[in-house]
């Protein structure tokens, strides 16, 4: 992995409802995966209120609030969606789609209390695991329940800072402690979308080691971060 | 399965990593808005949300940015195929019906638009129009439970040599179904019609396979969707 020298997105601010804390803790762990994902992110601070506008616009079908949004999360999106297939001008055609999606159903969003990035995110990262699925024939699960993995009652009071920096450098620090194993199944899990049962089947490894190991590392990931909140 | 016993696959789910029992039985739940598990799963998606904000970045070339925008901005046609489609159809069908009639050539033809008019005529036929807004191809699917499916595309996309187009059934579980073969006419146009009991579609998908066919999907669907 290489280190990211630019910034991803401009920062996330909002509120941050006490009862996301357990949301907090797991963002934070799997955001500190300094040996997954090495990034120095550089956050430009934006308010989530301007996100918030953005949703109102794109709502009353306001195509600048559109350029907006794609200014705001274009590079992040087509970074995530590059990764996963590796394919430039795939991974146009699914920026597209993903924005598309949002422009589609931004009137089930809630501008207020929902996070329109880490939304948008979820549908980029969804569209591109979608797209590997179908060339290895697991086209059902794509149809029927990516979009219950993107519905935005998800993203209602998600903390909006979930992409802050100083939360990466956390978590960097926090997933250099995973062994090399754990750190593949989440790897595989992230960048390909396998499951434990495939995962096993690519690995050479018992499913049951597996899945020990994908366990293992969130708990690891969990107890690292629970210790850099109380500190 | 109760919402504590799912809680440790929240975010396995939320990568799409859960198998089953979990992965289905946290389906359910959060169809039925579980307000434990809705929550929960919010949580977890968060944890994703947080991944794909440490990847590496890269910038995208300039002209996705307007291609984005392009993309939702009315077009000159879009409004046409809904609008005119079921006296398009009509008149396409009786075009090809008075084609027939005058030369007789194929008698396989007649067969097919009576197959169509049939799965059309059908009060159980479900029909979705697809590709207004988010695909270059657009058209329209006619789905009966018991007759078959009618398929009508437009802006189809071209077909390298050995080739062809495949229609696929998808069902609410399980893998896609194979639902046939078709090519395009030279203005990227189809009418496809698959006589035949059509059980549980939950959608219907387009790919472009090797010519021949495949028994499950080897390329991304151009064309999906949800009846």
């Not at chain 2, 595309?153 to 399980?174: C, H, M, N, Q, Y």
């Not at chain 2, 396979?209 to 028994?215: N, R």
């Given at each position: 992995?290489?280190?990211?020298?630019?910034?991803a997105?401009?920062?996330?601010?909002?509120?941050?409802?006490?009862?996301?804390?357990?949301?907090?803790?797991?963002?934070?762990?799997?955001?500190?995966?300094?040996?997954?994902?090495?990034?120095?992110?550089?956050?430009?601070?934006?308010?989530?209120?301007?996100d918030?506008?953005?949703?109102r616009?794109l709502?009353?079908?306001?195509?600048?609030?559109?350029?907006?949004?794609?200014?705001?999360?274009?590079?992040?999106a087509?970074s995530?969606?590059?990764?996963?297939?590796?394919?430039?001008?795939?991974?146009e055609?699914?920026v597209?789609?993903t924005?598309?999606?949002?422009?589609?159903?931004?009137?089930?969003?809630?501008?207020?209390?929902?996070?329109?990035?880490?939304?948008?995110?979820?549908?980029?990262?969804?569209?591109?695991?979608?797209?590997?699925?179908?060339?290895?024939?697991?086209?059902?699960?794509?149809?029927?329940?990516?979009?219950?993995?993107?519905?935005?009652?998800?993203?209602?009071?998600?903390?909006?800072?979930?992409?802050?920096?100083?939360?990466?450098?956390?978590?960097?620090?926090?997933?250099?402690?995973?062994?090399?194993?754990?750190?593949?199944?989440i790897?595989?899990?992230?960048?390909?979308?396998?499951?434990?049962t495939?995962?096993?089947?690519?690995?050479?490894?018992p499913?049951g080691?597996?899945?020990?190991?994908?366990?293992?590392?969130?708990?690891?990931?969990?107890e690292?971060?629970?210790?850099?909140?109380a500190? | 399965?109760?919402?504590?016993?799912?809680?440790?696959?929240?975010?396995?789910?939320?990568?799409g990593?859960?198998g089953?029992?979990?992965?289905?039985?946290i389906?359910?739940?959060?169809?039925?808005?579980c307000?434990n598990?809705?929550?929960g799963?919010?949580?977890?998606?968060?944890?994703?949300?947080?991944?794909?904000g440490?990847?590496?970045?890269?910038?995208?070339?300039?002209?996705?940015?307007?291609r984005?925008?392009?993309?939702?901005?009315?077009?000159?046609?879009?409004?046409?195929?809904?609008?005119?489609?079921?006296?398009?159809?009509?008149?396409?069908?009786?075009?090809?019906?008075?084609?027939?009639?005058?030369?007789?050539?194929?008698?396989?033809?007649?067969a097919?638009?009576?197959?169509?008019?049939s799965?059309?005529?059908?009060?159980?036929?479900?029909?979705?129009?697809?590709?207004?807004?988010?695909?270059?191809?657009?058209?329209?699917?006619?789905v009966s439970?018991?007759?078959?499916?009618?398929?009508?595309?437009?802006?189809?996309?071209?077909?390298?040599?050995?080739?062809?187009?495949?229609?696929w059934?998808?069902?609410a579980?399980?893998?896609?179904?194979?639902?046939?073969?078709?090519?395009?006419?030279?203005?990227?146009?189809?009418?496809?019609?698959?006589?035949?009991?059509?059980?549980?579609?939950?959608?219907?998908?387009?790919?472009?396979?090797?010519?021949?066919?495949?028994?499950?999907?080897?390329?991304?669907?151009?064309?999906?969707?949800?009846?």
């Amino acid at each position: 992995m290489q280190m990211v020298d630019s910034p991803a997105i401009g920062g996330i601010n909002g509120t941050s409802p006490g009862v996301w804390r357990y949301a907090r803790q797991r963002t934070l762990c799997m955001f500190a995966s300094g040996i997954i994902f090495p990034g120095l992110l550089l956050a430009v601070e934006m308010s989530g209120k301007h996100d918030e506008d953005i949703a109102r616009r794109l709502q009353r079908r306001d195509t600048i609030a559109m350029g907006e949004l794609y200014d705001r999360f274009g590079r992040i999106a087509y970074s995530v969606i590059l990764a996963i297939v590796r394919d430039a001008a795939l991974a146009e055609d699914l920026v597209q789609e993903t924005f598309l999606r949002v422009w589609n159903r931004i009137q089930a969003f809630e501008p207020g209390r929902g996070a329109l990035g880490p939304w948008l995110l979820a549908i980029a990262r969804n569209r591109a695991i979608d797209h590997l699925r179908s060339l290895s024939a697991r086209m059902d699960r794509n149809a029927c329940e990516l979009d219950a993995r993107e519905h935005p009652s998800l993203f209602v009071d998600m903390e909006r800072e979930v992409l802050n920096t100083d939360h990466a450098r956390v978590i960097r620090s926090a997933i250099a402690k995973l062994s090399d194993n754990q750190r593949k199944v989440i790897e595989l899990a992230y960048y390909e979308g396998l499951s434990q049962t495939e995962m096993a089947e690519r690995m050479g490894e018992p499913l049951g080691t597996v899945k020990t190991w994908v366990r293992s590392a969130l708990r690891h990931l969990r107890e690292e971060l629970g210790q850099a909140v109380a500190a | 399965m109760t919402c504590e016993e799912l809680r440790e696959d929240y975010t396995s789910y939320a990568l799409g990593i859960a198998g089953d029992p979990e992965r289905a039985e946290i389906a359910a739940h959060l169809a039925r808005q579980c307000p434990n598990c809705v929550p929960g799963l919010a949580s977890a998606m968060a944890t994703v949300t947080a991944m794909s904000g440490a990847v590496k970045v890269v910038q995208p070339p300039r002209h996705l940015r307007r291609r984005v925008l392009a993309a939702i901005e009315p077009r000159p046609t879009r409004w046409s195929l809904g609008a005119v489609l079921p006296w398009a159809i009509t008149a396409a069908m009786s075009i090809a019906l008075l084609s027939i009639g005058l030369s007789g050539r194929r008698a396989g033809d007649t067969a097919r638009l009576e197959q169509a008019l049939s799965i059309l005529n059908d009060p159980a036929t479900r029909d979705v129009t697809f590709g207004e807004t988010d695909r270059p191809s657009k058209g329209r699917v006619f789905v009966s439970p018991d007759k078959g499916v009618v398929f009508i595309g437009a802006s189809l996309p071209r077909l390298d040599s050995g080739k062809t187009f495949e229609l696929w059934v998808i069902p609410a579980k399980g893998n896609p179904v194979p639902a046939g073969l078709f090519q395009s006419e030279p203005d990227a146009t189809a009418v496809f019609v698959r006589p035949g009991p059509v059980e549980n579609a939950a959608a219907i998908a387009v790919t472009v396979e090797p010519a021949g066919g495949s028994p499950q999907p080897t390329t991304t669907p151009f064309i999906i969707t949800k009846l």
